[in-house]
């Protein structure tokens, strides 16, 4: 099992820009070179000691002794950047909720979708129904109300997203 002080003796990470050096490497030309690759999902790779990680888990133990009890959760959702302040445990329920807006959206609103059977807009958080409203920005602000209640810190408002 990998631990800080082996990890501490091969690699290098800065927090302020998530980046990996090669400290200690078993092949001469890596060292003081950028470490891992980027997977096909975004996510920054390394190999150590013949075991593949995702860095943003190293980057719990290097920093915390520990490794994530479950998963990590880039708060910007850039898989790919590792800065310290960019990352927080969670588990799986709360990595999945902080994700953009998915693209078959028509209304252009996180939980809001237009209910043509009753002429009105409806509201769901987490397949929970919240509501029926007459007036979109009013779905809206009902949508990232109970969004705040029933997801807590990983929330995606949609004041967020529209203003992205």
């Excluded at 002080?5 to 400290?23: A, H, I």
């Excluded at 329920?93 to 043509?116: F, H, L, M, P, Y």
């Excluded at 987490?126 to 029933?150: C, K, T, W």
Aim: a neutral charge; proline letters at 2%; aromatic letters at 10%.
């Amino acid at each position: 099992m990998l631990t800080q002080e082996r990890l501490k003796q091969l690699l290098s990470y800065d927090p302020e820009t998530g980046q990996w050096t090669w400290l200690n490497c078993p092949r001469a030309s890596f060292r003081r070179k950028e470490a891992g690759w980027i997977d096909a999902y975004g996510y920054r790779r390394i190999k150590v000691d013949c075991k593949t990680y995702i860095c943003s888990r190293l980057a719990f133990l290097y920093m915390t002794g520990e490794m994530p009890k479950d998963e990590v959760d880039h708060i910007d959702r850039d898989p790919g950047n590792d800065r310290w302040a960019n990352l927080r445990e969670s588990d799986r329920t709360g990595n999945t909720q902080n994700r953009a807006i998915r693209s078959d959206n028509k209304s252009g609103a996180i939980g809001v979708r237009w209910n043509e059977q009753r002429g009105k807009w409806q509201v769901q958080v987490n397949h929970v129904h919240i509501g029926l409203f007459n007036d979109f920005e009013e779905a809206i602000a009902a949508r990232d109300a109970a969004a705040r209640d029933l997801q807590g810190n990983f929330a995606v408002l949609n004041t967020m997203e529209l203003a992205s």
